[in-house]
Nanobody, 121 residues
């Protein structure tokens, strides 16, 4: 059974930083070839892909977070991180970790429950 567990969310003031973590277990990709991504959804807005990292550690970011957010992973711990710096009020959202075979998947197959990030001005 695939499980993704996010942590690290919280409330910060604008300009602050947070580090999100997502621990994965039970992944069905025995060859180690998969993508882990971070998505976010703010109230009354569509879900947005924020950052992605594949098995080769290639990364991709939404334009809105480039230069401020960094995605990384620790394969030994099956953990993906999202370092968020210079946070803005518009970064406020529920942040989800997700996994799929490819970072270009239209709909990622496995999702965590989410962790809330709130940025105040």
């Amino acid at each position: 059974q695939v499980q993704l567990k996010e942590s690290g969310g919280g409330s910060v003031q604008a300009g602050g930083s947070l580090r999100l973590s997502c621990v994965a277990s039970g992944l069905p990709y025995s060859d180690g070839e998969y993508c882990m991504g971070w998505f976010r959804q703010a109230p009354e807005k569509e879900r947005e892909g924020v950052a992605f990292i594949d098995s080769a550690s290639s990364t991709r970011y939404a334009d809105s977070v480039k230069g401020r957010f960094t995605i990384s992973k620790d394969n030994a711990k099956n953990t993906v991180y999202l370092e968020m710096n210079n946070l803005k009020p518009e970064d406020t959202a529920l942040y989800y970790c997700a996994v799929d075979r490819t970072c270009w998947a239209v709909n990622f197959g496995y999702w965590g429950q989410g962790t809330q990030v709130t940025v105040s001005s």
